[in-house]
């Protein structure tokens, strides 16, 4: 089913305005940074709901909206995709339906060996090409075969899909991988030319799935290569799922079973397009208690591995990673260290953590920003600033703590770059408002509305446009004006 309402400006698949927004995270990297340059320290204070804007569509909201403009358009669209398997393009100012298209049956829970989304559908966050205007996608089907997942690559323009799609991604891999068992949570990655989909388990970690990478050529709609952990388990259940560093992509795995050799578990994982296996140390790291790890369930992969880059002095490439067992993880990016190589173990947060993080450079190192529980050097829900500098045996330190109710993942707002940072997140499934920190300080900027919003699911996050905030709730899209 699809309805198209496109205006007429849209309708050109011309490259992205600088201001398009293709990714989880806005970049590659998945540093969560956006700059904005009206959105002064000042300005923040005085953000607001957008009661022009109107949202109304169909299913529950995981994957963060993304925001497409083209060169020729007046307005952009917002795109954002639900669990119920429907895909809307949005009037950035008003929230009207541009276009729709309902790409097939979500899979019912009770006809899953387990999980707790109901019904599964698209979870990742897609990703846009924007030399095509094509926006990809993986969505939980139902099928007359069963559980199938479905790759799909739609037109920016109108919605409709291209020739030659979706990608049965089962038929695709073979060898005995099972849709039914692989969940997909994590945002998907357009990486030299090359589209790649991560996939872990369910929760509850039924049936014998593995941590899997899936590389798709776009032109020929068929997976040319994929990556498996060597061990069942090990699932890539991170939002952002995969990062690329412009040479090399990293991803992180959970807990594996059933196996006293280290077999790709618990790990931050460098590969190469063409994702070919490798067991050289330059290329994992993995904890030298990863067993105690996959037995406890405490995987290393709570989120993302960010690849960084602290520039101040010189400039030291790193990858930084937490994990459910409260850890960050900092290693060497261009040698990972094998078992127990690693730079840094950080004791950030007595509680796991499980939200992706944010990135702020500044004069004097890297700062990264993560939501938790409590623990560590803070208490009770909170966002949390690391400190990382460019060298010393133990660079990782806590700058500050801010309280916040609610389980939002944070982005890093500056006018420039480097001026008036700030770190905004949602207290999703706690206060549900809006939130702004000096991101040098902590210090509150901005405390929400007193509204609150409703149907935020936890680890959502912000989609952020030179004129507007967006988050993506159950059968609404909120936004907030400067």
């Not at 995270?25 to 700059?35: F, M």
Request: proline fraction near 4%; charged fraction near 15%.
């Amino acid at each position: 089913m699809k309805t198209r309402f496109l205006i007429a400006a849209m309708l050109l698949a011309v490259p992205a305005h600088a201001d398009s927004v293709t990714t989880y995270h806005n970049s590659n990297q998945r540093d969560g940074a956006y700059v904005i340059p009206s959105l002064t320290l000042a300005a923040a204070g005085s953000v607001a709901p957008d009661t022009r804007f109107n949202a109304t569509i169909s299913g529950h909201v995981y994957a963060q909206p993304l925001f497409w403009k083209p060169k020729s358009a007046k307005r952009g669209l917002v795109v954002v995709a639900t669990e119920s398997n429907n895909v809307y393009a949005l009037d950035e100012a008003n929230g009207k339906v541009m276009w729709q298209n309902l790409i097939g049956n979500a899979m019912p829970l009770n006809q899953l060996p387990c999980g707790n989304i109901d019904p599964m559908g698209i979870t990742g966050t897609p990703v846009i090409d924007p030399a095509t205007g094509t926006l990809y996608f993986d969505a939980m089907t139902k099928t007359s075969n069963g559980a199938r997942h479905m790759v799909h690559a739609l037109s920016l323009a109108d919605g409709s899909e291209l020739s030659g799609w979706p990608i049965d991604m089962q038929a695709a891999i073979g060898g005995g991988w099972d849709s039914s068992v692989q969940g997909e949570r994590s945002g998907l990655l357009f990486f030299k030319g090359a589209l790649y989909v991560v996939y872990g388990g369910h929760f509850g970690d039924c049936g014998s799935y593995r941590g899997t990478v899936a590389q798709i050529d776009p032109a020929t709609h068929a997976v040319t290569a994929n990556w498996q952990t060597r061990a069942t388990g090990g699932g890539i259940w991170a939002q952002g799922g995969i990062a690329g560093d412009g040479a090399s992509l990293f991803v992180t795995t959970g807990n594996t079973f059933g196996t006293s050799t280290w077999k790709d578990g618990e790990a931050i994982i460098r590969l190469k397009p063409g994702l070919v296996h490798s067991t050289d140390t330059h290329d994992f790291f993995t904890p030298t208690n990863w067993h105690d790890l996959d037995n406890s369930d405490a995987d290393l992969g709570g989120t993302e591995a960010l690849p960084i880059d602290i520039k101040v002095p010189g400039k030291s490439k790193r990858v930084i990673a937490f994990g459910k067992d409260g850890n960050a993880y900092l290693a060497d990016r261009g040698n990972l260290g094998g078992i127990g190589g690693q730079i840094q173990v950080f004791a950030a947060s007595s509680s796991g953590i499980r939200t992706a993080p944010a990135v702020y450079e500044t004069a004097s190192g890297t700062m990264v920003a993560f939501q938790s529980n409590g623990g560590g050097s803070c208490h009770g829900g909170n966002i949390t600033m690391l400190s990382v500098a460019a060298s010393g045996s133990n660079p990782m330190s806590v700058a500050w703590c801010a309280a916040l109710n609610g389980g939002g993942a944070p982005i890093v707002t500056t006018t420039d770059g480097t001026n008036n940072a700030l770190v905004w997140a949602v207290g999703a499934e706690g206060d549900n408002e809006l939130h702004a920190f000096n991101a040098l300080t902590g210090a509150v900027v901005f405390a929400g509305t007193g509204t609150g919003m409703s149907g935020l699911h936890h680890y959502q996050t912000i989609l952020a446009t030179g004129k507007r905030f967006y988050v993506g709730a159950d059968n609404t899209v909120y936004a907030f004006k400067f």
